[in-house]
């Protein structure tokens, strides 16, 4: 019984600049995974047409003998988007973020996405092994489809660097599954920067195409383990309210109201940029990126030696605990955290390090946000939104 093999891999680190190649461990990132794939018989590679996933094919390709590689379109870097009609097809709370998705990325209602998953989708008379390297939201989107997932839960599966998703197909149904185990030796970064390089999602699944017995059993199973689930998540969430409200009930007369909410619109966001590296310009250039990203700057300016020996740090206050989250993901989550309980204003200061180097993609930094959870309650104060 023919079988097609789909290996959907994220292109390595990307180096630091708008459409850049790869960075050094990128390509050591690449570089294992060829050798990790070089027993797999592929026909093609097919990667996207952008540079990460260009230098990732050409490292790969170095280890797997006459496989031929081309840059292909269905595996372009996309974001799925709702049409108007469809925005309720996604919870309330990522609207305002797939608003922001910049307009070159954007994928109406998964057009492109859905026109992908046909081309690589079809089963042919024998079996064949197809490499993609392509982009996080591209796999995320292929995971969802291949689990029958409602429509907006490609977001959160997030694939890490030079990560492999192996999704199989069948004429009879068709599975997805992910590596659980990294190696000893596959390079990642140390400290706060760490990622591991493969994916931790098991996925595996089969759907079949006939309603036959076992799938009626299974689906009776599936049914009782979510209504069991939402049973859990009900039970977390009273828990969770009882709690705030406990928290609310304690909140002394000492304690000051923190603001932990998040804005939706950036432009609510206001910034004083302080360039503590000892380089000039280093303000200006990342007061430009913040502003292109919708924030607002209020000031550059050169902050008093000495040199800041980090990446960044923020200082702000309770009125804006919640902004400074958002602001601290831009960094990876890598900027540490300065607060001042006795602060009146609403703006966090960005004091650039000399361990800067640039601002988080548009998907990295959601990403660094969705891993950093929600703001955490800093000590002295207690919640204004509760």
């Not at 097919?46 to 540079?51: A, F, R």
């Not at 989550?333 to 607060?339: E, L």
Request: with cysteine; aromatic share 6%.
């Amino acid at each position: 019984m023919a079988r097609t093999q789909l290996y959907l891999v994220r292109h390595g680190e990307q180096a630091r600049g708008p459409e850049q190649g790869l960075s050094p461990l990128g390509r050591e990132q690449a570089d294992r995974l060829g050798r990790r794939l070089n027993s797999v018989p592929f026909a093609n590679i097919h990667h996207s047409p952008l540079p990460r996933a260009v230098e990732t094919a050409e490292i790969v390709a170095d280890r797997l003998a006459r496989v031929p590689r081309h840059a292909c379109d269905h595996v372009a870097d996309r974001t799925p988007v709702p049409s108007a009609g469809r925005r309720d097809d996604y919870p309330p709370r990522w609207h305002p973020w797939l608003d922001g998705v910049p307009a070159d990325e954007r994928d109406e209602d998964a057009a492109a996405l859905r026109a992908a998953v046909g081309h690589f989708g079809v089963i042919g008379a024998e079996d064949r092994h197809e490499l993609l390297i392509t982009h996080n939201f591209v796999i995320g989107w292929f995971v969802r489809h291949v689990l029958d997932a409602p429509e907006w839960r490609w977001i959160g599966l997030n694939h890490d660097n030079c990560g492999i998703t192996s999704c199989g197909g069948r004429p009879t149904g068709r599975r997805c599954s992910s590596p659980t185990t990294t190696p000893a030796t596959w390079p990642h970064r140390a400290g706060p920067w760490a990622r591991p390089i493969s994916s931790t999602i098991d996925t595996g699944l089969w759907r079949y195409d006939d309603m036959g017995i076992a799938r009626l059993r299974a689906l009776i199973i599936v049914g009782v383990l979510f209504l069991a689930a939402v049973v859990v998540i009900t039970v977390a969430l009273v828990r969770d309210k009882q709690d705030d409200a406990h928290a609310v009930a304690n909140c002394g007369d000492g304690d000051v109201p923190a603001n932990l909410k998040m804005p939706d619109n950036m432009a609510a966001i206001k910034l004083n940029v302080l360039n503590a590296t000892g380089s000039p310009g280093v303000a200006a250039q990342v007061g430009d990126g913040f502003r292109s990203n919708s924030f607002t700057v209020v000031k550059e300016e050169t902050a008093p030696p000495p040199a800041l020996n980090a990446v960044a740090e923020l200082r702000y206050g309770p009125k804006v605990v919640g902004s400074a989250w958002v602001v601290r993901a831009y960094f990876l989550n890598n900027a540490s955290m300065k607060f001042d309980i006795n602060r009146q204003d609403d703006i966090v200061d960005v004091v650039i390090g000399t361990k800067f180097l640039e601002l988080a993609s548009f998907t990295d930094q959601r990403q660094s946000l969705g891993q950093a959870g929600k703001p955490v309650l800093p000590p002295g104060t207690c919640d204004a939104n509760a």
